[in-house]
């Protein structure tokens, strides 16, 4: 018997061919909240505790607009994908964009993103045989626990969160609601470019239109 998936995600895999070596260089990490914390006086957490907040969006959160050629190229590729995913060419960018850097003793607590549609994460270091995958969380899990909650995970392919496997090069996207994770690394340091998209094409979709007219400063003001 064949089996068939008709509610899946669309999550996109490339491989990204660049030279990385700029972007290697940049320290400006967003820390995670346990690293705030084991390293209070690093630039990183100072600014986050007395900058304002564009100070540290445009640092920290938009790291792309420094690297504009490969902004671009991320751009293209998920518009590609975005189209034969959705049959419809929608234009997406890039909003906001943020290094990582998971070193021994880190971990990524689950959580997904918002104001987005889609997100997306590039590993551009040069070593990963011992990084931690990143986990795409099964959004079904809890609706199936109401009437698999017997059946073993092990076992359950309805169960199975999925594993994006960090190599150099790598390129994922996946949908922004979906809640992601990194187990406890133990590694060398894994180094990554996460980012998110949304759509800038109005669209006419009755009562989920949007048209971009509607949310510019001249519509609500400064």
């Not at 990204?16 to 995670?32: A, P, Q």
């Not at 630039?43 to 564009?54: F, G, I, L, R």
């Not at 790291?63 to 034969?84: G, H, V, W």
């Not at 959580?111 to 990963?128: A, M, P, R």
Request: aromatic letters at 16%.
């Amino acid at each position: 018997m064949n089996m068939i998936v008709p509610f899946g995600y669309y999550t996109g895999a490339d491989i990204v061919n660049y030279d990385f070596k700029e972007i290697r260089e940049d320290d400006r990490f967003s820390l995670n909240q346990a690293q705030r914390i084991r390293y209070p006086d690093a630039p990183h957490t100072v600014d986050m505790k007395s900058k304002s907040t564009d100070f540290i969006t445009e640092k920290y959160l938009r790291i792309l607009e420094n690297y504009p050629t490969l902004r671009d190229l991320l751009e293209a590729k998920f518009n590609m994908f975005a189209y034969k995913m959705i049959g419809e060419d929608y234009k997406f960018k890039i909003t906001t964009s943020w290094l990582t850097r998971l070193d021994a003793g880190d971990f990524i607590h689950p959580h997904s993103h918002h104001n987005c549609y889609y997100s997306g994460i590039l590993y551009y270091g040069k070593d990963y045989s011992d990084a931690v995958p990143l986990t795409l969380t099964n959004p079904i899990v809890k609706t199936l626990a109401n009437c698999y909650g017997h059946s073993s995970a092990e076992h359950n392919l309805m169960w199975h969160d999925y594993k994006l496997q960090p190599f150099p090069g790598a390129l994922y996207f996946w949908p922004s609601h979906i809640q992601h994770h990194s187990d406890l690394h133990t590694g060398n340091s894994r180094f990554s470019l996460a980012f998110n998209f949304a759509a800038t094409e109005d669209a006419y979709l009755m009562d989920s239109s949007f048209k971009r007219e509607w949310v510019t400063p001249e519509v609500y003001g400064d």
